[in-house]
């Protein structure tokens, strides 16, 4: 079964040499390095604390090459508020200490473990039930879980104060684990999937090996899978995942109840009924119980969900903003980690990655959006994680709308499936805005000065229009190799409305290496100040201009219109 790829976090280039160490353990795992102090990471960070907490908050299981009090103290303020957590290591720049901080039970000294015999030195585990026992009894394998936690940290401690324990059930790790075993004994650890009250003595851990086939019609779906597994005698923490038809795909039910019981939901093809549903993925169910709309199988051995059947695929247009990492938008980052395959202009995708060994890229032409649109819905509709990257915002002259384009001219039911969500980002006339200070503080418009896709004619009556209604104006695509004239005219445009003093921004790379930013005069401005990678951004009549102490200018536009309020 799969487990989180870790993040090696490092800063300096002294550690790289121990990062690549370990990432020959986990070769999925990308090395974060401080941007300007590290050559050569997989990904550049420029801010320490904000990068760990992120990865933190993301359930991603972080191997910091520094000092473990660095670590805590910047994951401090997160660690009262969250319940589970990720695994969390401080490994000594030279690879000669490996310390597991947090993460007991999310398998932090599993990886404590890995990391130091791979580095030959001796891992720091303080856990005094896993060193007597040499297994967290409270962390079971994947395809096992733990009946309760309280219950089971009480377990431990009389363990360790020399109590013995009996197994009951079919428990293979837990035969190598050194645990005091005497048959006579008042503890007892059971394994097994029925229903049952732990009693006072008792550790319960059910493996994962139930499948239920559902149908998505079923009224209150929740509680009539409760109720029949109540019925069966069959404990629900034992559920492996839940099974649909693919037709039921994008039900909303279906999503809930599996949100409900926190278990993974995967789709087969359609068939008769659910208990052919089950058959069809289980070759020997122990036992099977069931009714129309409920098929409940057990297996013998614990489920992978990712074995069974297909997931939902999933379709996310995302906004990589101007470009500085600083300036994604969380969620952004968090999707393109599960992406298994990512689609853009070739420049985008580039600026989007690195990209671990197992993520697939498809980089195309900048033209070619409808295609991409729909190579994106066909990879998704096979049940993957598919990531479509513009700069700026999405929705900003970008991939957001082909995308929706491609599915509204769509018959295909398994593209309409699909889990679409449109992710933001902070669009170029924003970021350069936010960095002259707000000239797009009142009404503005965004125009692009690109007739590619629509014809000159509507762009110079746009202009006209929003010019002469003094909205403040930010233009993108405003020239190109290929459309040189048309910069020059929409300036003549403006020009009919606005005074030569009208301030303008151009702001060129924003948020990327090399950006420049200029405050001058629509006077001033010429067309060769500009290139197709500049933001334009044109005052209206009640912009101001102001210097600022670093030598530059402020330049905004105040919220009131007319006379100033008092
Ligand atoms: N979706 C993008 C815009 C795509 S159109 C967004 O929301 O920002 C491309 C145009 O955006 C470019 O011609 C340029 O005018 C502007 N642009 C994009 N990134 C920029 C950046 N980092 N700095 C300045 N302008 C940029």
Redo the contacts with the bound molecule.
């Keep these: 079964m799969l487990r989180p790829i870790p993040a090696i976090v490092i800063l300096g280039n002294g550690s790289l040499a121990t990062a690549r160490k370990i990432q020959q353990i986990y070769p999925d795992a990308l090395i974060h390095g401080l941007a300007e102090r590290v050559e050569g990471a997989d990904r550049l960070y420029r801010e320490f604390g904000a990068t760990l907490r992120e990865l933190y908050l993301q359930d991603t299981p972080i191997i910091a090459l520094c000092a473990a009090g660095i670590v805590i103290r910047t994951l401090a303020p997160l660690l009262l508020e969250k319940g589970a957590e990720p695994p969390v290591l401080a490994v000594a720049e030279d690879g000669s200490a490996v310390v597991p901080l947090l993460g007991g039970l999310g398998g932090v000294n599993v990886l404590a473990r890995e990391i130091a015999a791979h580095l030959d030195v001796a891992p720091a585990i303080t856990t005094s039930g896993e060193l007597r026992f040499g297994t967290c009894l409270l962390n079971p394998p994947a395809g096992y879980t733990l009946g309760d936690l309280e219950l089971g940290k009480r377990f431990v401690s009389d363990l360790l104060a020399g109590e013995t324990v009996r197994i009951e059930g079919s428990a293979p790790w837990l035969a190598q684990a050194q645990l005091p075993q005497d048959k006579e004994a008042r503890l007892t650890v059971h394994v097994g999937h029925a229903e049952r009250m732990a009693c006072a003595d008792e550790l319960l851990i059910y493996p994962r090996n139930v499948l239920i086939a559902v149908a998505a019609s079923t009224d209150d779906l929740s509680g009539a899978i409760r109720q029949a597994l109540h019925q069966a005698g069959i404990a629900v923490q034992s559920v492996a995942c839940l099974l649909a038809v693919d037709t039921d795909m994008a039900n909303v039910t279906l999503r809930e109840t599996s949100l409900e019981l926190g278990v993974p939901l995967r789709f087969a093809d359609a068939v008769a009924d659910v208990g052919e549903l089950v058959r069809g993925v289980i070759a020997h169910p122990v036992c099977l119980f069931g009714n129309d709309a409920i098929a409940i199988a057990v297996a013998e051995e614990p489920l992978d969900p990712l074995q069974i059947g297909r997931p939902r695929g999933r379709l996310a247009v995302i ?1 990589l903003g ?2 500085a990492c600083e300036l994604m938008v969380p969620a952004v980052k968090a999707e393109l980690a599960r992406a298994n395959d990512v689609l853009g202009y070739e420049t985008y995708v580039r600026m989007a990655g690195p990209f671990r060994a197992d993520q697939v890229m498809h980089c195309t032409d900048n033209r070619e959006e409808m295609q991409r649109a729909r190579h994106a819905f066909q990879l998704a509709a096979q049940g993957r994680s598919v990531v479509v990257v ?5 929705g ?3 991939m957001a709308a082909a995308v929706l384009e491609a599915l509204h001219e769509s018959t295909d039911p398994a593209w309409h499936s699909v889990d679409l969500e449109i992710l933001p ?1 902070v ?3 924003l ?2 805005a936010a960095q002259a200070g707000a000239p797009l503080g009142h009404d503005f418009c965004v125009l ?1 000065l690109s007739d590619n896709l629509k014809p000159w004619s509507i762009i110079e009556k746009r202009l006209d229009l929003a010019a002469q209604a003094d909205l403040a104006l930010a ?4 020239i190109s190799r290929s459309r040189p004239w048309q910069l020059g005219q929409a300036l003549d445009i403006v020009a009919r409305h606005r005074v030569p003093e009208t301030p303008v921004v151009l ?6 290496p090399g ?1 420049t930013l200029r405050v001058t005069t629509l006077r001033q401005l010429t067309v060769d100040q500009v290139d ?5 951004l044109i005052g209206s009549s009640t912009t101001c201009v102001f210097p600022r102490s670093d030598g530059g200018q402020w330049v905004y536009t105040p919220r009131w219109y007319g006379s100033k309020p008092e």
């Design positions: 906004g101007p470009g513009s700069s700026g915002d999405p900003v002259f970008a980002g669009s170029a006339s970021a350069t692009s233009f993108y695509n405003p702001g060129r790379d924003i948020g990327r950006q197709m990678r500049t933001m334009v």
